[in-house]
């Protein structure tokens, strides 16, 4: 293996197709990462369990890179059409005259997107600062609804103006962290400005993943015909490398990555992604978070340190442990059933933890029963039958609950909830609870 990673390995020899001469062909990280970007909120509880991965917007997307002397087109973000009207003539004095007024919200595919309000695509040009201000009345406060934010939409609380910048060529380039290497990857192709995903499925040899050294990083050893142009690159290669190592990054991708008309290189659009677990280190970067473009349940839920992830189903899970809520979810799709949520409560829940469990619970119409699920290793399950009474008193529970706890008071448990005179419905096997939540639901 070698020490660091040399970007002659890769040749842009010509700009048709990257050629690949590193020994280490895999494409076993873009896959997973390609995966992930598809799957549906079930997988993504799966994969993710307890961890969550902080995204920002695109104009601070921008701006991170510019922190770091990344070339890109210049811009301005604004927040009223009043803003979007004056952007325009902030950016006269950057000689841009021609401009791309961008929705900014934190979902793929913005420019095939479509409006509540009517409006056709997240992403469009303008010619003039009333032009800008018009898109922008109609976008902002609105919700784009893409492929990937689902029916619901997502709410455009900004826009960002840019400059146009005329490519002679897109590139796509990644920065991840990769399972089989154990290390970051650098992920790269000819075949920028479009969906990777499609690149991936039609020509999968476009695509070219190359191990990055951690300590060494990378070299300035590039394939890019111009000497301007490979000095550029070099420069946003290292770069990018910088800030997913001093950021805590978990990813970073730029589609494109453009070699403009004039021989120049700018990272076009930029998507990062943070670990949550860094946060105490990156209070400057988890200050950009905008709860805005979350679920509001999941939102509610974090600030109680309960883990959960809403889903489409009907019948309410609440479960402690990751492995436990995964395997509750599956035994009620066994029997025809649809779960409406991830809820994992963890080890050190109380009952006032349990009773804002059930608050978020039935927040959602569409909970027809709820299922819960203990195994009481650290977690008491006298505890969860205290929480389950008092929220069952308190919130004038009417939905049908169905409990099952195994472990830890189990027996103190089970007389708790048969003195409370509730109608609550106790199992001591899985199936049989999870057969009989999944009837309820229907």
């Not at 303008?126 to 898109?135: F, G, I, L, R, W």
């Not at 590139?171 to 991936?200: F, T």
């Not at 490979?230 to 290292?238: G, N, P, T, Y």
């Not at 099952?404 to 103190?412: C, F, P, S, V, Y």
């Amino acid at each position: 293996m070698p020490k660091g990673l040399r970007l002659e390995d890769f040749r842009l020899e010509d700009y048709s197709g990257l050629k690949y001469a590193s020994p280490f062909p895999t494409l076993t990280d873009l896959e997973m990462f390609t995966a992930l970007r598809k799957v549906g909120p079930l997988a993504r509880a799966a994969s993710a369990g307890q961890r969550r991965l902080l995204s920002i917007h695109e104009y601070q997307s921008v701006n991170l890179l510019n922190s770091y002397g990344i070339p890109t087109p210049k811009s301005i973000a604004a927040k009223t059409p009043e803003e979007a009207y004056q952007s325009p003539r902030t950016l006269v004095c950057f000689h841009s005259s021609l401009l791309v007024i961008k929705a900014q919200v934190l979902a793929g595919g913005r420019g095939k997107g479509k409006f509540d309000t009517g409006l056709q695509g997240g992403v469009h040009m303008v010619n003039s600062p009333e032009q800008a201000k018009d898109y922008a009345s109609k976008m902002l406060g609105s919700k784009l609804i893409t492929k990937q934010t689902g029916a619901a939409g997502r709410i455009c609380n900004a826009i960002m103006l840019a400059e146009r910048r005329d490519p002679a060529h897109e590139y796509y380039v990644a920065v991840l962290n990769d399972r089989v290497s154990q290390g970051v990857v650098l992920v790269a192709s000819s075949q920028g400005g479009m969906n990777i995903e499609e690149v991936a499925a039609k020509d999968p040899a476009a695509i070219i993943t190359t191990p990055i050294d951690y300590e060494t990083g990378l070299t300035q050893d590039l394939g890019f015909k111009s000497k301007g142009a490979q000095e550029e690159a070099a420069d946003i290669f290292l770069n990018l490398y910088r800030i997913f190592k001093e950021k805590d990054a978990t990813q970073i991708e730029i589609n494109p990555m453009a070699e403009t008309t004039d021989g120049h290189v700018l990272c076009m659009d930029a998507k990062f992604g943070f670990d949550d677990n860094a946060e105490f280190r990156q209070a400057d970067i988890f200050a950009l978070r905008d709860i805005t473009q979350e679920e509001p349940s999941e939102v509610e839920a974090q600030k109680h340190n309960l883990n959960f992830i809403k889903l489409d189903g009907s019948i309410g899970c609440l479960v402690n442990g990751a492995g436990l809520a995964m395997a509750t979810m599956d035994v009620l799709a066994l029997h025809g059933g649809n779960p409406a949520n991830f809820l994992d409560v963890g080890g050190g829940a109380t009952p006032d933890t349990v009773k804002k469990a059930f608050e978020i619970l039935l927040a959602d119409p569409k909970v027809k029963s709820i299922f819960i699920n203990i195994f009481g290793g650290i977690m008491r399950c006298d505890y969860i039958a205290e929480g389950v009474i008092k929220a069952t008193q308190e919130l004038s529970l009417t939905i049908p609950l169905v409990v099952r706890l195994k472990g830890t008071k189990e027996e103190e448990a089970k007389e708790m909830i048969r003195k409370s005179g509730l109608k609550i419905i106790a199992f001591d096997g899985l199936d049989d609870a999870a057969e009989h939540a999944v009837q309820l639901a229907q």
